[in-house]
């Protein structure tokens, strides 16, 4: 089992900056992939960001060039600076991580744009 706590949340205006933090325990050691998808109200979840344990990077198009994914191996975290955030950021944000062909969720942390 793998147990995973998100944090870095909250609420800030358009053009600001937030940086979101998801740390696994429990079987962690052997995470493969690490990812955070969001939701928003109404809608369904959506990809945002995701990175291998070598440091491969993938992103959607509507974060490229405003949100960078991060990892750090021996802490077993993943982060998610964002910076230039709009309106349309604003979902709930859940991290997830692959662990010996599972998937596991975090339970997600609100962010909030104002314009």
């Known amino acids: 089992q793998v147990q995973l706590v998100e944090s870095g949340g909250g609420s800030v205006q358009s053009g600001g900056s937030l940086r979101l933090s998801c740390a696994a325990s429990g079987n962690a050691f052997r995470i493969s992939g690490m990812a955070w998808y969001r939701q928003a109200p109404g809608k369904q979840r959506e990809f945002v960001a995701d990175?291998?344990?070598?440091?491969?990077?993938q992103y959607d198009d509507s974060v490229k060039g405003r949100f960078t994914i991060s990892r750090d191996n021996y802490k077993n975290t993943v982060y998610l600076q964002m910076n230039s955030l709009k309106s349309e950021d604003t979902a709930v944000y859940y991290c997830k991580v692959s662990v010996l062909g599972r998937e596991y969720w975090g339970q997600g942390t609100q962010v909030t744009v104002s314009a």
């Open positions: 990175i291998e344990r070598d440091g491969v990077t």
